[in-house]
């Protein structure tokens, strides 16, 4: 069974900074395309970035939002990927998914539960 | 930059009725590309249909997706209680990457 186990959220002030984590399993982590998407609370869906595999370059993607500020990486030793956000914004408070996609079609079929991230003074 | 539009923002029908939710790109997109989402409140979207008109794993056959170019519709035959929340239109691009449209809310009538 497929599980996405995000975790590291919280209150941070503006202007801080933190670092998210996605506990992956029961599949080929190693193999996978990860994403970051984000949810405003009340509003919709806004994709924050993405790392390749490691055999695709591990290169990541950002949304031009968070470009500059937010940093994905991954260690698939231990099937995990992560989400280092910096010079947080009240605009960033949102609950963070790590979705992936297990097949060719680009479309996310399984999601983790989802960690709040508070930016407030 | 390509720009989802949904519509309508929200949707009242009843139990049993047919719901026709319409997602459109502000250029035209890649069917492949194109997927939509079911979310309820304090749960992660799931995934009902890719490239455009495929169903996803475990999808009841009553949810449908068709369309091509710009304009694109995911069809709900028979609504059950179980289907009112809110769908999410996305798209997949190599230079845009994700992106998803604004939502439409399905409420009971």
């Known amino acids: 069974e497929v599980q996405l186990v995000e975790s590291g959220g919280g209150l941070v002030k503006p202007g801080g900074s933190l670092r998210l984590s996605c506990a992956a399993s029961?599949?080929?982590?190693?193999?996978?395309?990860m994403s970051w998407v984000r949810q405003a609370p009340g509003k919709g869906l806004e994709w924050v970035g993405r790392i390749k595999s490691k055999a695709d370059g591990a290169t990541p993607d950002y949304a031009a939002p968070v470009k500059g500020r937010f940093t994905i990486s991954r260690d698939d030793s231990k099937n995990m990927l992560y989400l280092q956000m910096s010079s947080l914004k009240t605009e960033d408070t949102a609950v963070y998914y790590c979705p992936t996609r297990s097949g060719a079609p680009p479309a996310f079929d399984y999601w983790g539960h989802g960690i709040l991230v508070t930016v407030s003074s | 930059e390509i720009v989802l539009t949904q519509s309508p923002d929200t949707l009242s029908l009843s139990p049993g009725e047919r719901a026709t939710l319409s997602c459109r790109a502000s250029?035209?997109?890649?069917?492949?590309?194109l997927a939509w989402y079911q979310q309820k409140p304090g749960q992660a979207p799931r995934l009902l249909i890719y490239g455009a008109s495929s169903r996803a794993t475990g999808i009841p056959d009553r949810f449908s997706g068709s369309g091509s170019g710009t304009d694109f519709t995911l069809t709900i035959s028979r609504l059950e209680p179980e289907d009112f929340a809110v769908y999410y239109c996305q798209h997949y691009g190599s230079t845009t990457m994700y992106t998803f449209g604004q939502g439409t809310k399905l409420e009971i009538k």
């Open positions: 029961g599949f080929s982590f190693s193999d996978a395309w």
């Open positions: 250029q035209s997109v890649s069917s492949t590309h």
